[in-house]
T-cell receptor
């Protein structure tokens, strides 16, 4: 299993440009998550999905959009990039276990710089 | 939301045990305690989780206070590769997500 994969690894965007961060998992997990991590800080939840066709906002959703058309893929879209979106973005997935017994698996991250 | 409190940073010597504390005084009876760690330039990785009883796995041990208001992650013999940020997180029973705090940055001295 490759686990959770993210592309690209690095990207530099100009202000106002758009891009899509890709996330794919091969573990057949229903739950998927997008986090961002600013330098020296913890992770903030952007969006999450509990299955194909279902998404919900996390702590910091503004400026981002997501879709979930398949179990495997959970892309994150930035429509009008701003310097405040400079961050490292992590995708994660987990099994459908209820009651808090689950383990989240994280991808290696995408480092995005907006200038 | 139930929150956790951790020290910002800790230091330990290589090959000695490390005890990382976490306070979660507002925990409810069905909340699980999770620990993740993040090595430099990597995504977080799962370490251990528990509900009431102490837990052991190949990476660490988790000691949970009897009143569940605090817990301690124990690394039995720290190595330089254990230098990371350690996150203590509560997984809420009726919630589909876990929320990360700032964690404890662990420095290991050779």
């Amino acid at each position: 299993n490759a686990g959770v994969t993210q592309t690209p690894k690095f990207r530099i965007l100009k202000i106002g440009q758009s891009m899509t961060l890709q996330c794919t998992q091969d573990m057949n997990h229903n739950y998927m998550y997008w986090y961002r991590q600013d330098p020296g800080m913890g992770l903030k939840l952007i969006y999450y999905s509990v299955g194909a066709g279902i998404t919900d906002k996390g702590e910091v959703p503004n400026g981002y959009n997501v879709s979930r058309s398949t179990t495997e893929d959970f892309p994150l879209r930035l429509e009008l990039a701003a310097p405040s979106q400079t961050s490292v973005y992590f995708c994660a997935s987990r099994e459908t276990l209820f009651g808090g017994t689950y383990e989240q698996y994280f991808g290696p991250g995408t480092r995005l710089t907006v200038t | 939301d139930a929150k956790t409190t951790q020290p910002n940073s800790m230091e330990s010597n290589e090959e000695e045990p490390v005890h990382l504390p976490c306070n979660h005084s507002t925990i409810s009876g069905t909340d699980y305690i999770h620990w993740y760690r993040q090595l430099p330039s990597q995504g977080p990785e799962y370490v251990i989780h528990g509900l009431t009883s102490n837990v052991n796995n190949r990476m660490a041990s988790l000691a949970i206070a009897e009143d569940r208001k605090s817990s301690t992650l124990i690394l039995h013999r720290a190595t330089l590769r254990d230098a990371a940020v350690y996150y203590c997180i509560l997984s809420l029973f009726r919630d589909d997500k876990i929320i990360f705090g700032k964690g404890t940055r662990l420095h290991i001295l050779p």
